[in-house]
Protein backbone atom coordinates (compact mmCIF):
# COMPACT_ATOMS: atom_id res chain seq x y z
CA UNK A 1 0.00 0.00 0.00
CA UNK A 2 1.52 3.42 -0.89
CA UNK A 3 1.62 6.05 1.76
CA UNK A 4 -0.93 8.49 1.17
CA UNK A 5 0.73 12.47 1.29
CA UNK A 6 -1.79 14.53 3.04
CA UNK A 7 0.73 17.51 2.43
CA UNK A 8 0.75 16.86 -1.33
CA UNK A 9 -3.20 16.89 -1.39
CA UNK A 10 -3.68 19.99 0.51
CA UNK A 11 -1.55 21.69 -1.95
CA UNK A 12 -3.31 20.78 -4.55
CA UNK A 13 -6.39 21.74 -3.62
CA UNK A 14 -5.54 24.89 -2.51
CA UNK A 15 -3.84 25.78 -5.35
CA UNK A 16 -6.61 25.39 -7.47
CA UNK A 17 -8.52 27.59 -5.42
CA UNK A 18 -6.21 30.28 -5.52
CA UNK A 19 -5.66 30.39 -8.99
CA UNK A 20 -9.56 30.15 -9.49
CA UNK A 21 -9.97 33.13 -7.03
CA UNK A 22 -7.19 35.31 -8.40
CA UNK A 23 -8.55 35.08 -11.98
CA UNK A 24 -11.62 36.35 -10.54
CA UNK A 25 -10.16 39.44 -9.02
CA UNK A 26 -8.45 39.91 -12.37
CA UNK A 27 -11.59 39.88 -14.22
CA UNK A 28 -13.31 42.18 -11.63
CA UNK A 29 -10.38 44.35 -12.03
CA UNK A 30 -10.14 44.54 -15.85
CA UNK A 31 -13.63 45.46 -15.52
CA UNK A 32 -13.23 48.45 -12.73
CA UNK A 33 -10.33 49.68 -15.62
CA UNK A 34 -12.66 49.92 -18.63
CA UNK A 35 -15.76 51.52 -16.96
CA UNK A 36 -13.39 53.85 -15.32
CA UNK A 37 -11.43 54.54 -18.99
CA UNK A 38 -14.74 54.99 -20.31
CA UNK A 39 -15.87 57.05 -17.74
CA UNK A 40 -12.61 59.48 -18.48
CA UNK A 41 -13.46 59.53 -22.24
CA UNK A 42 -17.18 60.67 -21.52
CA UNK A 43 -15.71 63.51 -19.43
CA UNK A 44 -13.25 64.77 -21.58
CA UNK A 45 -15.98 65.31 -24.59
CA UNK A 46 -18.28 66.73 -22.15
CA UNK A 47 -15.81 69.56 -21.00
CA UNK A 48 -14.48 69.64 -24.48
CA UNK A 49 -18.30 70.50 -25.64
CA UNK A 50 -19.11 72.78 -22.48
CA UNK A 51 -15.51 74.96 -23.26
CA UNK A 52 -16.36 75.47 -27.11
CA UNK A 53 -19.78 76.12 -25.73
CA UNK A 54 -18.68 78.82 -23.26
CA UNK A 55 -15.64 80.38 -25.77
CA UNK A 56 -18.55 81.27 -28.10
CA UNK A 57 -21.04 82.76 -25.89
CA UNK A 58 -18.08 84.71 -24.52
CA UNK A 59 -16.81 85.47 -28.13
CA UNK A 60 -21.05 86.98 -28.66
CA UNK A 61 -21.06 88.70 -25.73
CA UNK A 62 -17.67 89.86 -25.60
CA UNK A 63 -17.47 94.22 -27.15
CA UNK A 64 -13.85 94.39 -29.73
CA UNK A 65 -12.07 97.34 -28.33
CA UNK A 66 -9.96 98.83 -31.16
CA UNK A 67 -7.21 98.40 -28.95
CA UNK A 68 -7.54 95.08 -28.77
CA UNK A 69 -7.45 94.76 -32.03
CA UNK A 70 -4.11 93.12 -33.30
CA UNK A 71 -2.60 95.10 -36.74
CA UNK A 72 -2.67 92.63 -39.53
CA UNK A 73 0.54 92.82 -41.46
CA UNK A 74 -0.18 92.73 -45.05
CA UNK A 75 2.31 92.38 -47.71
CA UNK A 76 2.14 95.76 -50.15
CA UNK A 77 1.64 94.75 -53.71
CA UNK A 78 3.78 96.63 -56.27
CA UNK A 79 1.77 97.81 -59.33
CA UNK A 80 2.45 96.13 -62.83
CA UNK A 81 5.39 97.32 -64.76
CA UNK A 82 4.34 99.81 -67.45
CA UNK A 83 6.42 101.73 -70.10
CA UNK A 84 6.82 105.05 -69.41
CA UNK A 85 5.15 107.65 -72.09
CA UNK A 86 5.87 110.51 -70.76
CA UNK A 87 9.18 112.18 -69.45
CA UNK A 88 10.40 114.89 -66.35
CA UNK A 89 9.30 118.52 -67.74
CA UNK A 90 7.35 117.76 -70.34
CA UNK A 91 4.36 119.42 -71.33
CA UNK A 92 0.96 116.82 -71.33
CA UNK A 93 -3.09 117.98 -71.40
CA UNK A 94 -5.05 116.57 -68.76
CA UNK A 95 -8.46 116.41 -70.16
CA UNK A 96 -9.92 117.48 -66.78
CA UNK A 97 -7.81 120.24 -65.97
CA UNK A 98 -5.78 121.22 -68.97
CA UNK A 99 -2.34 121.81 -69.66
CA UNK A 100 0.29 121.04 -67.35
CA UNK A 101 3.97 120.08 -66.66
CA UNK A 102 5.31 116.64 -65.73
CA UNK A 103 7.69 118.05 -62.01
CA UNK A 104 8.51 114.47 -61.47
CA UNK A 105 7.30 110.64 -61.12
CA UNK A 106 7.29 109.39 -57.62
CA UNK A 107 5.50 105.76 -55.89
CA UNK A 108 2.73 105.83 -53.64
CA UNK A 109 1.02 103.73 -51.95
CA UNK A 110 -2.70 103.38 -52.44
CA UNK A 111 -4.92 100.87 -51.45
CA UNK A 112 -2.35 98.57 -50.68
CA UNK A 113 -0.46 98.81 -53.93
CA UNK A 114 2.95 100.42 -54.35
CA UNK A 115 1.85 102.92 -57.46
CA UNK A 116 4.00 105.13 -59.74
CA UNK A 117 2.40 108.03 -60.43
CA UNK A 118 3.67 111.09 -62.71
CA UNK A 119 3.60 114.42 -60.51
CA UNK A 120 1.65 117.10 -62.82
CA UNK A 121 1.59 120.68 -62.18
CA UNK A 122 -0.99 122.83 -63.39
CA UNK A 123 -0.29 126.33 -63.59
CA UNK A 124 -3.71 127.79 -64.30
CA UNK A 125 -5.42 126.09 -61.05
CA UNK A 126 -1.82 126.51 -59.10
CA UNK A 127 -1.81 122.91 -57.90
CA UNK A 128 -0.42 119.60 -58.34
CA UNK A 129 -1.74 116.88 -59.38
CA UNK A 130 -1.14 112.82 -59.01
CA UNK A 131 -1.63 110.64 -61.85
CA UNK A 132 -0.73 106.75 -61.55
CA UNK A 133 1.36 106.11 -64.78
CA UNK A 134 -0.94 102.53 -65.88
CA UNK A 135 -3.61 105.70 -66.27
CA UNK A 136 -1.51 107.91 -68.56
CA UNK A 137 -3.92 107.15 -71.73
CA UNK A 138 -5.93 110.49 -70.01
CA UNK A 139 -2.90 112.23 -70.93
CA UNK A 140 -2.04 113.79 -74.76
CA UNK A 141 0.69 115.33 -76.02
CA UNK A 142 0.77 118.80 -77.19
CA UNK A 143 -0.78 119.95 -80.86
CA UNK A 144 1.20 120.03 -83.69
CA UNK A 145 1.83 123.35 -85.45
CA UNK A 146 -0.83 121.76 -88.00
CA UNK A 147 -3.08 120.93 -86.07
CA UNK A 148 -3.06 124.65 -84.22
CA UNK A 149 -3.30 126.06 -87.84
CA UNK A 150 -6.34 124.26 -88.19
CA UNK A 151 -7.86 125.74 -85.01
CA UNK A 152 -7.67 128.82 -86.55
CA UNK A 153 -9.04 127.97 -89.54
CA UNK A 154 -11.88 126.40 -86.80
CA UNK A 155 -12.00 129.59 -85.22
CA UNK A 156 -12.42 131.90 -88.57
CA UNK A 157 -15.34 129.41 -89.46
CA UNK A 158 -18.79 130.58 -88.97
CA UNK A 159 -20.34 129.56 -85.64
CA UNK A 160 -22.93 126.26 -85.99
CA UNK A 161 -25.24 127.10 -83.40
CA UNK A 162 -28.46 124.92 -82.58
CA UNK A 163 -31.94 125.67 -81.92
CA UNK A 164 -31.98 123.66 -78.71
CA UNK A 165 -32.29 124.62 -74.85
CA UNK A 166 -29.35 126.51 -73.44
CA UNK A 167 -29.26 123.78 -71.11
CA UNK A 168 -28.65 121.06 -72.90
CA UNK A 169 -26.18 122.86 -75.50
CA UNK A 170 -24.32 123.84 -72.37
CA UNK A 171 -23.43 119.93 -71.48
CA UNK A 172 -22.69 119.29 -74.84
CA UNK A 173 -20.29 122.29 -74.24
CA UNK A 174 -19.07 121.16 -71.44
CA UNK A 175 -18.39 117.37 -73.09
CA UNK A 176 -16.68 118.93 -75.65
CA UNK A 177 -14.48 121.05 -72.86
CA UNK A 178 -13.74 118.24 -70.86
CA UNK A 179 -12.47 115.91 -73.65
CA UNK A 180 -9.10 117.61 -73.76
CA UNK A 181 -9.67 117.57 -77.75
CA UNK A 182 -7.99 120.84 -78.97
CA UNK A 183 -10.57 121.24 -82.24
CA UNK A 184 -13.54 120.97 -79.80
CA UNK A 185 -12.37 123.51 -77.71
CA UNK A 186 -11.80 125.39 -80.81
CA UNK A 187 -15.43 124.84 -81.45
CA UNK A 188 -16.53 125.75 -78.10
CA UNK A 189 -14.76 128.96 -78.65
CA UNK A 190 -15.98 129.73 -81.51
CA UNK A 191 -19.70 128.98 -81.35
CA UNK A 192 -19.71 131.12 -78.01
CA UNK A 193 -17.55 134.06 -79.29
CA UNK A 194 -19.40 137.42 -79.45
CA UNK A 195 -16.60 139.49 -80.55
CA UNK A 196 -16.59 143.14 -78.75
CA UNK A 197 -19.82 144.10 -78.97
CA UNK A 198 -21.20 144.89 -75.17
CA UNK A 199 -24.94 145.24 -77.21
CA UNK A 200 -25.43 141.41 -77.56
CA UNK A 201 -26.50 139.88 -74.35
CA UNK A 202 -24.56 137.11 -73.31
CA UNK A 203 -25.56 134.80 -69.90
CA UNK A 204 -23.16 134.48 -67.10
CA UNK A 205 -22.65 130.49 -67.75
CA UNK A 206 -21.68 131.23 -71.68
CA UNK A 207 -19.31 133.50 -70.53
CA UNK A 208 -17.40 131.22 -67.89
CA UNK A 209 -17.66 128.46 -70.45
CA UNK A 210 -16.26 130.82 -73.20
CA UNK A 211 -13.16 131.29 -70.89
CA UNK A 212 -12.69 128.06 -70.03
CA UNK A 213 -12.10 126.88 -73.38
CA UNK A 214 -10.42 130.30 -74.70
CA UNK A 215 -7.92 130.07 -71.83
CA UNK A 216 -7.06 126.36 -72.56
CA UNK A 217 -6.18 126.96 -76.04
CA UNK A 218 -4.59 130.01 -75.18
CA UNK A 219 -2.30 128.32 -73.20
CA UNK A 220 -1.78 125.70 -75.71
CA UNK A 221 -0.92 127.86 -78.57
CA UNK A 222 1.74 130.03 -75.89
CA UNK A 223 3.46 126.45 -75.67
CA UNK A 224 3.73 125.24 -78.46
CA UNK A 225 4.59 128.40 -80.71
CA UNK A 226 6.86 129.58 -78.02
CA UNK A 227 5.01 132.83 -77.74
CA UNK A 228 4.20 135.27 -75.09
CA UNK A 229 0.57 135.73 -73.68
CA UNK A 230 -0.01 138.70 -75.17
CA UNK A 231 0.90 137.57 -78.74
CA UNK A 232 -0.87 134.22 -78.21
CA UNK A 233 -3.89 136.44 -77.42
CA UNK A 234 -3.33 138.70 -80.45
CA UNK A 235 -3.54 135.20 -82.90
CA UNK A 236 -6.93 133.87 -81.51
CA UNK A 237 -8.63 137.41 -81.19
CA UNK A 238 -7.26 138.44 -84.96
CA UNK A 239 -8.66 134.80 -86.09
CA UNK A 240 -12.19 135.44 -83.70
CA UNK A 241 -12.49 139.32 -85.07
CA UNK A 242 -11.93 140.36 -81.36
CA UNK A 243 -10.84 143.78 -80.73
CA UNK A 244 -12.06 145.83 -84.03
CA UNK A 245 -11.99 149.07 -81.80
CA UNK A 246 -9.18 150.66 -83.74
CA UNK A 247 -10.56 149.22 -87.02
CA UNK A 248 -14.31 150.77 -86.65
CA UNK A 249 -14.82 154.24 -87.08
CA UNK A 250 -16.30 155.91 -83.33
CA UNK A 251 -19.02 157.04 -85.79
CA UNK A 252 -19.69 153.15 -86.30
CA UNK A 253 -19.92 152.84 -82.99
CA UNK A 254 -22.12 155.70 -81.60
CA UNK A 255 -24.81 154.63 -84.07
CA UNK A 256 -24.54 150.63 -82.55
CA UNK A 257 -24.90 152.54 -79.12
CA UNK A 258 -27.89 153.89 -80.52
CA UNK A 259 -29.78 150.82 -80.96
CA UNK A 260 -31.13 148.28 -78.30
CA UNK A 261 -31.68 144.72 -80.03
CA UNK A 262 -34.25 142.35 -78.09
CA UNK A 263 -32.51 139.91 -76.42
CA UNK A 264 -33.00 136.57 -77.36
CA UNK A 265 -34.39 133.33 -76.18
CA UNK A 266 -31.39 131.16 -76.90
CA UNK A 267 -29.14 133.33 -74.34
CA UNK A 268 -31.76 132.70 -71.31
CA UNK A 269 -30.95 130.22 -69.38
Not at 195 to 203: C, E, F, K
Request: charged fraction near 40%; proline fraction near 3%; hydrophobic fraction near 30%.
Amino acid sequence: MKKINLKNILKKTFKKKSQKKVKKKLKKIKKKITKIKDKKVKLKKTIGNKVKIEKKKEESLRIQKSNEIKPEIKKIKKQEIVKKEFKIKDYVVYPKHGVGQILSISTKNIGEIEVQCYDVKFEKDKAIGLLPINKQHHLRPLSTINQLNKCISILKSKPKIKRSMWSRRAQEYEQKITSGKIYDLAEVVRDLNKGDDLMIDQSYSERQLFEKAYERILFEFKIVMNLTPEDAQKKLDKALKRNLENQIPKSELKKKEEVIEPVSSENIE
